[in-house]
């Protein structure tokens, strides 16, 4: 069905989960705050390794409309919940949510 996909909502919580987890060993939320900066290319390059696997997780299992919402706010409140700001929160949910509803 279309709307909803052919994977569980607790199989998307995972896999926003891990994605979050590969993210935050890449670029750990401490190294935007205070004096500990981290390149603009580095952060790039794991936000497109991380919508990579995200597109690939869509192709794959065929996720509908809600789940890709649930997902991405899943992806978000993890996010939240490792100790990223809000603006890195709000620029990497928009960069996962559009790079799963492009066509290709």
Known sequence: MALFGSVSTSQVDDFAR?????L???CPPALGQDEKKVSDRKVFSALDRIFGKARNF???HRLGVFKKAKLANTFRWEL???GYNAKFIEFAT???VLSMTRKE
């Open 18 to 22: 891990s994605l979050v987890q590969e």
């Open 24 to 26: 935050s060993k890449q």
């Open 58 to 60: 869509r192709k794959q």
């Open 80 to 82: 939240k919940e490792m």
């Open 94 to 96: 928009e960069g996962l």
